[in-house]
């Protein structure tokens, strides 16, 4: 499940905190890595201003809040592999992010981690509106755990 050898994809640094990105319209899910980038934890859903220089900022205070060296931003493809509409604007938002923050930008195959993020959160047998608010966040988990597998 893996988008290998992607051009838009720059170079991570193997040691440092990781910051995994869940793209949605309105609503980011937020993981984050060991600094030895072995194990992804859910850290937030992250509801979007719609102001660039306020999300910015947002981001920029994760990234200082936990030393994150760059960010693995999921992208979701169909279940071919072809690219989708939402695709491109996760690889616009990973431009952005990139911009944004100065830092390292790649992105992961992200087709059906919300569908497993899912079918984890209805294991635990939680209510709807606690489903909602968790599932961006462990979907994020899920693409960072994946990249951080991918060897």
């Known amino acids: 499940m893996t988008v290998t050898s992607d051009p838009t994809d ?3 640094p ?3 905190a990781l910051l995994g990105l869940d793209y949605g319209r309105r609503r980011i899910g937020v993981a984050v890595s060991t600094p030895e980038q072995s194990l992804a934890v859910p850290l937030e859903t992250w509801e979007r201003s719609g102001d660039d220089n306020q999300d ?3 981001l920029e205070a994760l990234i200082a809040d936990q030393q994150v060296v760059a960010l693995v931003i999921g992208l979701p493809l169909h279940a ?3 690219i989708s509409e939402l695709s491109q604007e996760a690889r616009a938002f990973g431009d952005w992010v990139r911009q ?4 390292p930008v790649a ?3 992200e087709r059906y981690t919300t569908r497993q993020a899912e079918s984890v959160l209805l294991d635990l047998d939680m209510t709807r509106k606690k489903r909602k608010a968790r599932l961006d966040m462990l979907a ?3 693409i960072l755990q994946g990249y951080l597998d991918r060897d």
């Open 140 to 142: 994020a988990q899920l």
């Open 56 to 58: 910015a900022g947002h």
């Open 14 to 16: 193997s040691e440092g």
């Open 107 to 109: 992105f992961w195959d």
């Open 100 to 103: 944004a923050t100065g830092k």
């Open 10 to 12: 720059d170079l991570l």
């Open 80 to 82: 071919d592999g072809t």
